[in-house]
């Protein structure tokens, strides 16, 4: 097996287009931007970049209208990435729906072996995957096991991140231990290079930091949904205990399931779940479109690109999925600028305009 994560730090010069866009430009020295696609984050021993690519969508039929057809062309999105600077992907052990489950996985770890570019970039991917706690993962073994089959899927001999899916203090609160034991396990016989949770709500996300800390395994990542729809007290309270106990914040749903890219209204709605979802949704979004509307006009920017910087400026590492190259291109054009505080205050206002948010995950806990 080949390795997809290194702890290197791997500075990419940027791309000709890049570079001959900065020719508008006095000099860096003016611009000054906040991030580059280029730049890196230290996230506890990893060199990540401050924005990720998830990966929900790849396999799933059902929410995501997935085919196999897209195949050719997520490999073109994953060697974009990568070779922009782009080295955080994130997966799970659940993504792919029925006869594809475990799709995601399979998709990265071919990705990673059919990359075409430099080893040295190669070796700067760092891929961040998450266990489902399902009922049957009742032992730190099968968190372990759980682990190594992501690992074959990946075609990887170790993981940047292995990270628990949900939390199971809502419904099954003695499963719980067994899992944070699972990821001490695969922490301390080099399956991982770091641990981090998703799903989990301040109370529970102390408690599980606590006893990974007794543990002597530092949890350096926390994942959360976190957007423009989804910035309620919960969200900032776990936003400022990650910041307080030095664990990075992960925004996953960024775009809220693609109601943040400004593309979709009742007449344009999407298929399935999503668009049953939206209908409820949009209607009571109109200030912060708007809002969104004039801050992209002004700047030249996308409205996916204002929304996902937003998140940059609130300190998460966003991970938008993407499905296509548009896709792809557009979300990397939220990377090497940054909101004006300004601007910042008048999206959390036109936010707080909304009729209704985003609906939260049910295994969040508190």
């Not at 890049?18 to 730049?39: G, H, I, M, R």
């Not at 209204?265 to 209607?283: A, D, E, N, V, Y």
């Not at 990397?332 to 505080?341: C, D, E, F, V």
Request: hydrophobic share 40%.
């Amino acid at each position: 097996m080949m390795s997809c994560c290194c702890s290197i730090t791997c500075s990419i010069l940027p791309s000709t287009s890049v570079s001959a866009n900065l020719t508008n430009f006095p000099s860096l020295q003016q611009l000054k931007p906040a991030y580059w696609p280029w730049e890196k984050i230290t996230v506890g021993p990893l060199s990540l970049s401050p924005m990720g690519i998830g990966t929900w969508a790849w396999g799933n039929k059902f929410l995501w209208d997935y085919d196999e057809r897209m195949d050719e062309e997520l490999q073109e999105v994953f060697n974009l990435a990568v070779n922009t600077g782009v080295n955080l992907f994130d997966t799970a052990d659940s993504y792919g729906t029925g006869r594809l489950n475990g799709r995601s996985e399979l998709l990265l770890g071919n990705f990673i072996r059919e990359f075409p570019g430099s080893e040295q970039k190669r070796k700067s991917i760092n891929i961040a995957t998450k266990f489902a706690a399902y009922p049957w993962r009742l032992t730190a073994r099968q968190v372990v096991l759980a682990c190594k089959g992501s690992l074959r899927r990946l075609q990887c001999d170790q993981l940047a991140i292995g990270q628990l899916h949900w939390s199971t203090a809502n419904y099954a609160p003695l499963q719980e231990q067994a899992l944070w034991n699972g990821l001490v396990a695969m922490y301390e016989e080099g399956l991982v290079q770091a641990v981090g949770v998703s799903n989990y709500g301040p109370r529970q996300l102390e408690k599980v930091h606590s006893f990974l800390e007794r543990k002597g395994v530092p949890l350096s990542t926390a994942q959360v949904q976190f957007s423009l729809l989804s910035n309620g007290p919960e969200q900032f309270e776990v936003k400022d205990l990650c910041q307080s106990l030095g664990i990075k914040l992960i925004a996953y749903s960024p775009l809220g399931l693609g109601m943040l890219t400004g593309k979709y209204s009742l007449k344009t709605l999407p298929k399935g779940p999503r668009g049953s979802l939206f209908r409820q949704i949009l209607p009571g979004l109109e200030p912060l479109m708007r809002r969104l509307s004039t801050i992209s006009q002004k700047r030249g920017k996308t409205v996916s690109q204002v929304a996902l910087n937003w998140c940059l400026c609130k300190g998460t590492i966003p991970i938008p999925g993407v499905k296509n190259l548009r896709q792809a291109k557009d979300n990397l054009g939220a990377l090497g600028w940054r909101l004006s505080n300004e601007e910042v205050l008048q999206l959390d206002a036109a936010s707080k305009q909304i009729s209704r948010g985003m609906i939260q995950n049910i295994f969040q806990t508190k």
